[in-house]
């Protein structure tokens, strides 16, 4: 949290962070928040997997994000210092607890931002909470037919093995052993997702193949699909330069219908 703090003050941009506890789950979970009371459009962003909040920080040091718009960066449960190592493997449950904590926070006019394995969850949260209103996906790994399997994640589930696995790298293994189980539990949903999506994917992607776009393309009925030329999957933190415009533009059209 320290080292957090101690960059944003570098860059002259005020910083919080805070925890959501969830007594029931015995969890706590960690969002760092770039905010005031004037503004009323409000970002939330969902890491993918293995990953933290700091992903995200070339959006919340981005000089028009920050005059405009209220962010909010949230640890996934596994992750960074949200019950570090220990997996919540429901796509279900984890969108439920950000709801919460979207609720909690009284944020309305939310644009959920998810990438990789964080896109399905800030749409399944789209999905749950009324005040979400636009889900951005980027490079997200929603199609439950079109999984990729690596062997590398193998050796996050084998006993003898498991224990040579950084923590970050089992949870991450842990949550792709059922990923395409869990999302073939919300599936039927997404026809129930009346809001703006915006599926952004780079066209050589490596890690969650590109045509996970055709299922965004026959899931939702309010879609759009940006494909970014000869990009891979890291474009949510490599490229931000790319995805911020298509941000601004969606802030301002929720600015105007408000």
Known sequence: DQDIQQKFKE?????????????????????????????????VFIHGAPSSLSTWEGYLTDATLVATTNMYAIDRPGYGYSNFGTAMTSID?????????????????????????????????????????AVVLISPA??????????ASRLTQWKVTRWLVPAAYR?????????????????????????????IHGDIDDIVPYENIEYSKEKFQHVEVISISEKGHEISYKNTEL?????IELINQIKVGN
């Open 142 to 151: 929603i199609d439950p037919n079109n999984e990729k399997d690596f062997w």
């Open 11 to 43: 860059v002259e941009i005020e910083s919080k962070i805070s925890y959501f506890k969830v007594d029931s789950l015995d969890l706590k979970i960690r969002i760092q928040s770039i905010k005031s009371d004037a503004k009323n459009v409000n970002l």
């Open 93 to 133: 449950e984890q969108s439920q607890i950000i709801s919460a904590i979207i609720n909690e926070k009284k944020l309305n006019n939310v644009i959920a931002i998810g990438s990789s394995y964080g896109g399905p969850i800030a749409a399944r949260v789209g999905f749950l909470n009324a005040n979400v209103k």
């Open 171 to 199: 949870v991450a293994g842990d949550e792709k052993k059922v990923h395409a189980k869990e999302l073939a539990l919300i599936e039927n949903d997404w026809k129930n997702v009346h809001i703006p999506i915006l599926h």
């Open 243 to 247: 995805i911020i415009p298509y941000l």
